[in-house]
């Protein structure tokens, strides 16, 4: 994690202190137990001192349980709560259960929705079967938006301010391998543009294939991304380009009707994205 901006910093109506408290929070993973100021200080760029403030607060406020025999915190009931409350007024999540149970039984592949959190997608719903043990991800499990299928398709999926800002952050988190993240995207845009998808083969993982599609809704929220992934030798490229792919397209059209979303393009109108001057070149020339 990094600090706070200076721009956001200097903003009157931006509290630093409550935004360096929920990055505080945000330091807890899933496969996280227990947490000291030591290492939260490590994960969110803050002085020791002001994390050791920051624990001693939230802790006051009952969002940290501190476990005195380790010297160190894990996440209150509280805290869970407010997690638990944004997946329950998140109708995507249930409304598309169904559909991913049906495509997770037709392919054996595990099938997620997500939304971005900073640099990464976190995943709030997830369908899987006995199929799918090589893919060890659930709810609260994070993906990057440069190398994994969800993370490219959310990418493509923004309107041009919103990814011009998303490609700011993408190039300031990884620095010198940026380079390699760049030309990811451009290929995925490609896909995109040319198969209504994008895919991952052993670039976030070398063992997993997938395949993502966004998710774009008319209230004003989103976009969300779903993906379908498995060990890479089951979903090699040539499956995810002409099975996996068209399979979670259709279901992410149909969530899309059912919810009221936007009308997606038509094929010969997303293959003119292609063409020299359009829309996936113009972009590509902002991302390097």
Known sequence: MKRTGKKTATD????????RGLDVLRA???????????EIAARTNLPKPTVSRLTYTLTKLGYLTPVPRFEKYQLAPAAMALGYAAL???GVRHLSEPFREEVMRATGGAVAVGG?????????????GSETVGVQLDVGSRVPIATSAMGRAYFWAL???DRAELLRVLREHYGSRWPKMRDGLERAGETVAKHGFAI?????HDDIGAAG????????????????GAPAFRFTEERLINDIGPRLLTMVRNIEAALGGLVPHSKKDDSKKLKSGGKVARVAEGIR
């Not at 009157?12 to 935004?19: D, E, Q």
């Not at 991952?200 to 976030?204: E, I, K, Q, Y």
């Not at 599609?213 to 379908?228: E, I, M, Q, R, W």
């Open 116 to 128: 971005r959190d900073r640099h990464s997608m976190i995943y709030f719903g997830q369908s899987r």
């Open 159 to 161: 309107e041009e301010d």
């Open 28 to 38: 807890f993973q899933p496969s996280d137990g227990l947490l000291g100021n030591q």
């Open 12 to 19: 009157r109506n931006f509290v630093v202190a409550l935004s």
């Open 88 to 90: 329950a007024n998140l």
């Open 200 to 204: 991952s083969v052993g670039d976030w």
């Open 213 to 228: 599609v966004a998710l774009k809704l008319n209230d004003g929220t989103g976009p969300y991304a779903f993906n379908c």
